[in-house]
């Protein structure tokens, strides 16, 4: 394993995360739920934007195994789009920073991209879900942009669990919802 260790923070700096290793990958996401998760969370009080000019929302993957909440645990809260959806947007409440996007039966976290210094971001490696993108946007061709996932994609993914023994550690340290502006 890559001993690399990078911290990322919320923006007041109170939440903190911890990432060990390498990446699985770096993606921007266009899906429906990614652009209205977006609107809404980027219309929480001091909350940073967190769709692009394109509609998309940047995140870099790393296994749940590597990802640690140093400081700040007390501050997470979720939002689903739906009481039944099988992914949760988790939000540092002490500044409204979305800090990760966790697939529930996953093992695999989706942390915002928004929480990187743009000049350590890692490099953008593929747009997906782009049959998903908003009306009359045009996508640059600087990395692949499907309109699906590729297999690719999910080998990635597979062999990111296969890595872990095939377990889905669990994200046990939110404490409650988010509430949004009416």
């Known amino acids: 394993m890559n001993s690399k260790t990078i911290t990322v923070r919320c923006r007041c700096g109170h939440t903190t995360l911890t990432l ?5 990958m770096s993606v921007e996401c266009l899906c429906r739920d990614c652009q209205q998760a977006g609107a809404l969370l980027q219309t929480l009080d001091s909350a940073p934007p967190l769709l692009d000019d394109n509609g998309a ?3 870099v993957v790393y296994r749940k195994d590597r ?8 501050t997470l809260k979720e939002h689903r789009l739906s009481p039944t959806a099988k992914t949760r947007r988790v939000v540092a409440g002490c500044c409204n920073t979305p ?12 942390l915002y991209g928004g ?3 743009a000049q350590t971001l890692p490099a953008l490696e593929i747009r997906t879900m782009t049959r998903d993108k908003p009306a009359g946007v045009s996508l640059p061709d600087d990395v692949p942009n499907p ?3 590729t297999l690719r ?3 990635k993914l597979i062999a990111a669990w296969a890595a872990m023994g095939f377990r889905s550690p669990a994200v046990d340290y939110i404490s409650g919802d988010i509430t949004l502006p009416e």
């Open 115 to 117: 929480l990187w210094p």
């Open 99 to 110: 800090m990760f996007l966790e697939f529930m039966n996953g093992h695999w976290l989706s």
């Open 147 to 149: 309109a699906t996932h």
């Open 57 to 59: 929302t940047r995140f």
């Open 153 to 155: 994609f999910f080998f």
């Open 67 to 74: 990802v640690r909440c140093q400081a700040g645990q007390d």
């Open 20 to 24: 060990e290793g390498k990446q699985i």
